[in-house]
C-alpha cells in the first residue's frame, strides 16, 4: 500500500486471542488494500497483544484499553485514533471475505453524498457444530427501502459496515451507555435522521460470523434489557406504525418466553395486542405465556 | 503439450532448485482459464488460510489473458505457476497441478471460489484424527436463487461408497486428499468435463475410507450454477460414468437405479421420449422401489408430454440436478 488509508477498520476485542488471528488476517487479505487496521484491546489479559505484535504488516495498529469499557467504548476510540474518511468494524469472532471492502467501496460510491450513508452486506452464520445459515435480503431491503415495519429484519450488524467518517460523527458514534445492541440503536439513529439516510445492504455474503455456544443465556440477557432501552428509546420512529413496533414486542417476548421469563414474555404479548389486536396468533402466543417454558419450546421445535 | 513452470520471480524454476526447496504439507491447485479478475479473491482465500504451510499452483489452461502477470501479482512466495499450452479443461488442468504437486496432501479451488479460512486446519485436524482415511470431504455453500445449500454433512464420520453413488454432487473445492492416492488412480478422468470430480471420487470411496469435515467451508456465491445449462454434456458424460463404472453400480442397486433416473430426465430434454423411456425403465428394474422411474416410465409410455412437464415443473422446481 502507498500513500493515507481509505479506510480505516476498527476491531474492538476482549480475551479472543484464540480466535483473534483469523479476523486480523482476513482484513489484511482483502483486495481493497489502502487500509488501516486498528485493534483496541479492551482490557484482555490473554496472550492478545502478542498476536497482534506477531503480524508483519505496517497497516496493523494496537491500542490497549487498561480499564475494560466494552464494545462501544473500544470502536469509538479507534475511531478518534484513526484516519481514513470511510469506516469498517470488525468483530474478533468474524471473518471476511477478500472482496468484501472493494464490492462496498464500488457501492458507496455511488451513491450520493447529500445524506449520511451506510452499506452493510449480508452475512453467512457458521455455528459450532458446523450448521450453516444465511438469509438473502429481499428485494426493499436491497433498494434501501427501509421503513419502520422492517428496521429489525433490515438490520445487519457492524462487521458488515462501510460507514464515511462524516455520518458517523453527525451521529455522534456509539451510546457508550449501552451494553448490547449498540449497533441497532446507531443504526436506527441514522435512519432517523431528519435529513434521511442512504443505507444500502449488498446481497453477497462477504462477512462469515462465527457462532459458539458460549454463555448463550448471558448474551440474551444483556440484548433483552438492550432491546426494551431502545425500543424505548425510539418509540417515535414508530408511532404512525403500531403493527411494526407490535412485531418487535413480539420478537421480545419470544425472547423471554426462550429465557423462560414467562411473566415478562406475557407482557410483552400484551403490549404488543394492545398495538394491534387483530392478530389471532398474538393471543395464542399470549396463552402460551401460562403453559410455561417447556411447552413453547416444544411448540418451536415442532414448528421448525 | 508444454508445461512450463515458474517460481513467484518470474524466473523458471530449475529442477534442481526445486528439489532443494522444503516440501510443504498440502499443494492446493486451482485451474484457471482466463478469470483473471477473480483471481485475487480464489488465490487470497488460500493465502490467507490459517494454515501456513503449502503451496499454491495455479494451472493456466491455455488462457488469452495475462494470467502469468495476475499470478506473480499475488506477490507471495507459496505460488507457483504452470501453464498449459492446450486448454484441456479441469480435469486436465487438475491433473497438470497433481504433476508438479509436492505437497504429502492436496487440495483444489475454482478460480470462482472461495473458503473460509480455517479451511484447510479443519480438515487436517480431521485427516490427522483418522490416519486410515484418505480424503476429507467438506462442505460447499451456494446461493441458489433466493435461497441456499449446503453440501456435505454436519455429521462427523466414514462417508461410504453407497453415499457418494448416490448423487453427482462432488465439489473438488471441498477436498483434501492424500497424494498418492490421486497419482495411484491416475488423477481425474481428462475425457469428462463435468462431473469429472464425481467420478474420481466414485474411484476413491471404492478403495479408500473418506471423512466428512464439517467444519471446512468452501463458499461459491459468486455465480449461479452454470453447469445446468448444456444437457447434451450431461447425458455424454452420465453415460459415460454409467458404462466406465457398471461393475461398481452393478453392486449398489439404488444408485444405479438413481443414474439411470438422472440420465432419463436429460434424455428426455435432448432425446425424446423413447430414449428416457427405456432410460426410466432401466431405473426401476435396478430399484423396484423407485416410484418416481415407475411414474415417469408410465407416463412415457402413454406418451402423456404435457404431463410429464407439468410434473416435472413442481417437483423439480428450484432443485440443482
Same mark, same amino acid.
Request: hydrophobic fraction near 40%; include cysteine.
Given at each position: 500500500?502507498?500513500?493515507?488509508?481509505?479506510?480505516?477498520?476498527?476491531?474492538?476485542?476482549?480475551?479472543?486471542?484464540?480466535?483473534? %488471528?483469523?479476523?486480523?488476517?482476513?482484513?489484511?487479505?482483502?483486495?481493497?488494500?489502502?487500509?488501516?487496521?486498528?485493534?483496541?484491546?479492551?482490557?484482555?489479559?490473554?496472550?492478545?497483544?502478542?498476536?497482534?505484535?506477531?503480524?508483519?504488516?505496517?497497516?496493523?495498529?494496537? /491500542?490497549?484499553?487498561?480499564? @475494560?469499557?466494552?464494545?462501544?467504548?473500544?470502536?469509538?476510540?479507534?475511531?478518534?485514533?484513526?484516519?481514513?474518511?470511510?469506516?469498517?468494524?470488525?468483530?474478533?469472532?468474524?471473518?471476511?471475505?477478500?472482496?468484501? /471492502?472493494?464490492?462496498?467501496?464500488?457501492? *458507496?460510491?455511488?451513491?450520493?453524498?447529500?445524506?449520511?450513508?451506510?452499506?452493510?452486506?449480508?452475512?453467512?452464520? /457458521?455455528m459450532a457444530d458446523g450448521a450453516v445459515s444465511w438469509r438473502r435480503p429481499d428485494a426493499r431491503v436491497r433498494q434501501g427501502d427501509l421503513a419502520p415495519?422492517?428496521?429489525?429484519?433490515?438490520? *445487519?450488524?457492524?462487521?458488515?459496515?462501510?460507514?464515511?467518517?462524516?455520518?458517523?460523527?453527525?451521529? %455522534?458514534?456509539?451510546?457508550?451507555?449501552?451494553?448490547? /445492541?449498540?449497533?441497532?440503536?446507531?443504526?436506527?439513529?441514522?435512519?432517523?435522521?431528519?435529513?434521511?439516510?442512504?443505507?444500502?445492504?449488498?446481497?453477497?455474503?462477504?462477512?462469515?460470523?462465527?457462532?459458539?455456544?458460549?454463555?448463550?443465556?448471558?448474551?440474551?440477557?444483556?440484548?433483552?434489557?438492550?432491546? @426494551?432501552?431502545?425500543?424505548?428509546?425510539?418509540?417515535?420512529?414508530?408511532?404512525?406504525?403500531?403493527?411494526?413496533?407490535?412485531?418487535?414486542?413480539?420478537?421480545?417476548?419470544?425472547?423471554?418466553?426462550?429465557?423462560?421469563?414467562?411473566?415478562?414474555?406475557?407482557?410483552?404479548?400484551?403490549?404488543?395486542?394492545?398495538?394491534?389486536?387483530?392478530?389471532?396468533?398474538?393471543?395464542?402466543?399470549?396463552?402460551?405465556?401460562?403453559?410455561?417454558?417447556?411447552?413453547?419450546?416444544?411448540?418451536?421445535?415442532?414448528?421448525? | 503439450?508444454?508445461?512450463?513452470?515458474?517460481?513467484?520471480?518470474?524466473?523458471?524454476l530449475a529442477a534442481e532448485d526445486q528439489d532443494l526447496m522444503p516440501s510443504p504439507l498440502i499443494s492446493v491447485i486451482l485451474p484457471t482459464c482466463n478469470?483473471?479478475?477473480?483471481?485475487?479473491?480464489?488465490?487470497?482465500?488460500?493465502?490467507?488460510?490459517?494454515?501456513?504451510?503449502?503451496?499454491?499452483?495455479?494451472?493456466?489452461?491455455?488462457?488469452?489473458?495475462?494470467?502469468?502477470?495476475?499470478?506473480?501479482?499475488?506477490?507471495?512466495?507459496?505460488?507457483?505457476?504452470?501453464?498449459?499450452?492446450?486448454?484441456?479443461?479441469?480435469?486436465?488442468?487438475?491433473?497438470?497441478?497433481?504433476?508438479?504437486?509436492?505437497?504429502?496432501?492436496?487440495?483444489?479451488?475454482?478460480?470462482?471460489?472461495?473458503?473460509?479460512?480455517?479451511?484447510?486446519?479443519?480438515?487436517?485436524?480431521?485427516?490427522?484424527?483418522?490416519?486410515?482415511?484418505?480424503?476429507?470431504?467438506?462442505?460447499?455453500?451456494?446461493?441458489?436463487?433466493?435461497?441456499?445449500?449446503?453440501?456435505?454433512?454436519?455429521?462427523?464420520?466414514?462417508?461410504?461408497?453407497?453415499?457418494?453413488?448416490?448423487?453427482?454432487?462432488?465439489?473438488?473445492?471441498?477436498?483434501?486428499?492424500?497424494?498418492?492416492?490421486?497419482?495411484?488412480?491416475?488423477?481425474?478422468?481428462?475425457?469428462?468435463?463435468?462431473?469429472?470430480?464425481?467420478?474420481?471420487?466414485?474411484?476413491?470411496?471404492?478403495?479408500?475410507?473418506?471423512?466428512?469435515?464439517?467444519?471446512?467451508?468452501?463458499?461459491?456465491?459468486?455465480?449461479?450454477?452454470?453447469?445446468?445449462?448444456?444437457?447434451?454434456?450431461?447425458?455424454?458424460?452420465?453415460?459415460?460414468?454409467?458404462?466406465?463404472?457398471?461393475?461398481?453400480?452393478?453392486?449398489?442397486?439404488?444408485?444405479?437405479?438413481?443414474?439411470?433416473?438422472?440420465?432419463?430426465?436429460?434424455?428426455?430434454?435432448?432425446?425424446?421420449?423413447?430414449?428416457?423411456?427405456?432410460?426410466?425403465?432401466?431405473?426401476?428394474?435396478?430399484?423396484?422401489?423407485?416410484?418416481?422411474?415407475?411414474?415417469?416410465?408410465?407416463?412415457?409410455?402413454?406418451?402423456?408430454?404435457?404431463?410429464?412437464?407439468?410434473?416435472?415443473?413442481?417437483?423439480?422446481?428450484?432443485?440443482?440436478?
Open positions: 500500500m502507498t500513500g493515507q488509508p481509505q479506510i480505516s477498520i476498527i476491531l474492538p476485542t476482549h480475551n479472543r486471542a484464540d480466535v483473534l %488471528g483469523r479476523a486480523v488476517r482476513s482484513v489484511l487479505a482483502q483486495t481493497f488494500d489502502q487500509l488501516e487496521l486498528i485493534v483496541v484491546d479492551d482490557a484482555s489479559t490473554d496472550a492478545t497483544a502478542e498476536l497482534v505484535a506477531g503480524f508483519d504488516d505496517p497497516r496493523i495498529r494496537y /491500542l490497549r484499553v487498561e480499564k @475494560q469499557g466494552g464494545a462501544a467504548v473500544a470502536r469509538n476510540l479507534g475511531v478518534r485514533n484513526s484516519s481514513a474518511s470511510l469506516l469498517a468494524f470488525q468483530d474478533s469472532d468474524d471473518e471476511w471475505t477478500c472482496d468484501k /471492502l472493494r464490492d462496498q467501496y464500488q457501492a *458507496y460510491a455511488k451513491l450520493g453524498k447529500d445524506k449520511p450513508c451506510l452499506v452493510c452486506c449480508s452475512c453467512i452464520f /457458521l415495519d422492517n428496521l429489525l429484519s433490515a438490520f *445487519y450488524s457492524t462487521p458488515t459496515w462501510l460507514m464515511p467518517r462524516t455520518t458517523f460523527e453527525l451521529l %455522534g458514534g456509539f451510546d457508550e451507555s449501552m451494553p448490547n /445492541l449498540e449497533d441497532w440503536e446507531m443504526y436506527l439513529r441514522l435512519y432517523s435522521q431528519s435529513r434521511g439516510a442512504n443505507i444500502i445492504v449488498l446481497e453477497h455474503p462477504f462477512v462469515i460470523r462465527h457462532k459458539g455456544d458460549d454463555s448463550l443465556n448471558d448474551r440474551l440477557d444483556a440484548r433483552l434489557e438492550s432491546l @426494551q432501552e431502545v425500543i424505548a428509546r425510539h418509540a417515535g420512529i414508530w408511532k404512525n406504525q403500531p403493527k411494526a413496533l407490535a412485531s418487535l414486542y413480539v420478537t421480545l417476548g419470544r425472547t423471554q418466553y426462550e429465557m423462560g421469563r414467562m411473566r415478562d414474555g406475557r407482557d410483552s404479548f400484551v403490549r404488543a395486542l394492545k398495538l394491534d389486536r387483530t392478530s389471532p396468533r398474538l393471543y395464542l402466543q399470549w396463552v402460551f405465556g401460562f403453559l410455561g417454558a417447556k411447552a413453547y419450546r416444544l411448540q418451536r421445535k415442532i414448528r421448525t | 503439450m508444454g508445461v512450463r513452470l515458474l517460481g513467484c520471480e518470474g524466473l523458471p478469470r483473471t479478475e477473480l483471481l485475487p479473491v480464489s488465490a487470497g482465500s488460500v493465502l490467507a488460510q490459517s494454515w501456513r504451510d503449502l503451496e499454491l499452483i495455479v494451472v493456466d489452461d491455455a488462457s488469452t489473458q495475462d494470467v502469468e502477470t495476475a499470478v506473480r501479482a499475488l506477490g507471495d512466495d507459496r505460488v507457483r505457476y504452470a501453464r498449459r499450452d492446450v486448454n484441456g479443461g479441469p480435469a486436465a488442468a487438475r491433473n497438470t497441478g497433481i504433476a508438479q504437486a509436492r505437497g504429502e496432501y492436496v487440495a483444489f479451488q475454482d478460480s470462482d471460489d472461495e473458503w473460509a479460512l480455517g479451511y484447510l486446519q479443519a480438515q487436517l485436524a480431521v485427516l490427522r484424527l483418522n490416519p486410515d482415511a484418505m480424503l476429507g470431504l467438506g462442505r460447499m455453500f451456494r446461493v441458489i436463487g433466493d435461497d441456499y445449500r449446503v453440501s456435505g454433512t454436519t455429521i462427523d464420520g466414514t462417508i461410504s461408497l453407497e453415499a457418494v453413488a448416490s448423487r453427482p454432487v462432488a465439489y473438488a473445492q471441498t477436498w483434501l486428499v492424500r497424494r498418492q492416492v490421486l497419482e495411484a488412480l491416475g488423477g481425474f478422468d481428462e475425457q469428462l468435463w463435468l462431473w469429472e470430480d464425481w467420478e474420481l471420487l466414485l474411484r476413491i470411496a471404492a478403495h479408500h475410507r473418506i471423512v466428512s469435515v464439517p467444519k471446512a467451508l468452501a463458499l461459491s456465491a459468486r455465480h449461479r450454477d452454470s453447469l445446468t445449462q448444456d444437457e447434451t454434456r450431461h447425458v455424454a458424460v452420465l453415460r459415460h460414468i454409467a458404462s466406465k463404472h457398471c461393475a461398481l453400480f452393478a453392486r449398489l442397486p439404488r444408485q444405479r437405479s438413481n443414474l439411470y433416473y438422472q440420465l432419463a430426465h436429460r434424455l428426455y430434454d435432448t432425446e425424446g421420449i423413447v430414449p428416457a423411456r427405456a432410460s426410466f425403465r432401466r431405473a426401476w428394474q435396478s430399484n423396484p422401489a423407485n416410484a418416481k422411474a415407475w411414474i415417469y416410465w408410465g407416463l412415457c409410455l402413454l406418451h402423456l408430454g404435457p404431463v410429464i412437464a407439468r410434473i416435472r415443473g413442481v417437483l423439480r422446481k428450484g432443485k440443482p440436478l
